[in-house]
């Protein structure tokens, strides 16, 4: 009989209001079942399973349906006949949750990818900008207020004000490769490809087609690969 498969779900998702949630340890915290619950929006596809892996008790978070799919395809589709754990290592090389979309051929996601125009891909130019800013609309084109939006791996986040617009000042400075800006709200799920050789990025579009999932993460791991 052959070993269980890895396969991540959140069978019965929690009806708490994630925003009306405290914070307790740098993490969102459930008063109705006194548990902290990780916002796993930002993490990669192996820091989600190395979190979940590790732990001794169980893990409350919150995932868009889009992550779950991804997650479960690279965990059984992707690493067929390979030995799963060389696999995940390779995924956690400085892969996006929402960046590795295009790479699942076989799945198809509901998070929106929207791209800057690079008209000239042989003339790639170092980062110029010490801020950008743009606007975030809804599928009427209406400007959507109180917005996160968040660069992954750093420490860079904006909310969109009552027109829609952000603004993120690089203080710090920027490394190019997080060029993604990641939408994190209850709502909308999206990623946009930055573009740091101009202050003005393109307008955001949003859809209310991918929406987040909190609760009990139900992990079953492959018994024949253990994670130490």
């Known amino acids: 009989m052959k070993n269980p498969k890895p396969q991540i779900s959140i069978a019965e998702p929690c009806s708490q209001s994630w925003d009306e949630m405290g914070i307790k340890n740098g993490h969102n915290f459930c ?10 929006t930002g993490y990669t596809n192996a820091e989600i399973i190395k979190t979940l892996a590790n732990s001794s008790t169980e893990v409350c978070g919150r995932l868009t349906k889009t992550q779950i799919n991804q997650l479960n395809y690279h965990l059984v589709v992707a690493p067929a006949n390979k030995n799963w754990m060389k696999y995940l ?18 799945v198809k ?43 992954p791996n750093t ?10 617009r952000y603004e993120i000042v690089f203080k710090n400075g920027l ?3 997080n060029n993604a800006l ?23 579009i949003l859809k209310k087609e991918d929406f987040m999932i909190v609760g009990k ?12």
Request: proline share 5%.
């Open 89 to 106: 290592g390779v995924v956690a090389i400085g892969a996006s949750i929402f960046m590795q979309t295009a790479n699942a051929a076989q």
């Open 182 to 204: 990641v939408v994190q709200s209850a709502r909308y799920a999206a990623t946009m490809i930055l573009n740091f050789s101009r202050e003005k990025q393109v307008n955001l």
């Open 109 to 151: 996601p509901k998070t929106e990818i929207v791209k800057s125009i690079n008209p000239n891909k042989d003339n790639i130019k170092p980062t110029t900008v010490n801020k950008i800013n743009g606007y975030v609309l809804g599928e009427d084109k209406k400007p959507l207020s109180g917005i996160r939006l968040i660069i």
């Open 31 to 40: 008063e109705a079942c006194s548990k902290s619950v990780i916002d796993f």
């Open 217 to 228: 993460i139900a992990y079953t791991p492959d018994q024949g690969n253990k994670i130490l």
């Open 155 to 164: 420490k860079y986040y904006a909310i969109t004000d009552k027109e829609g």
């Open 175 to 177: 490394d190019p490769k």
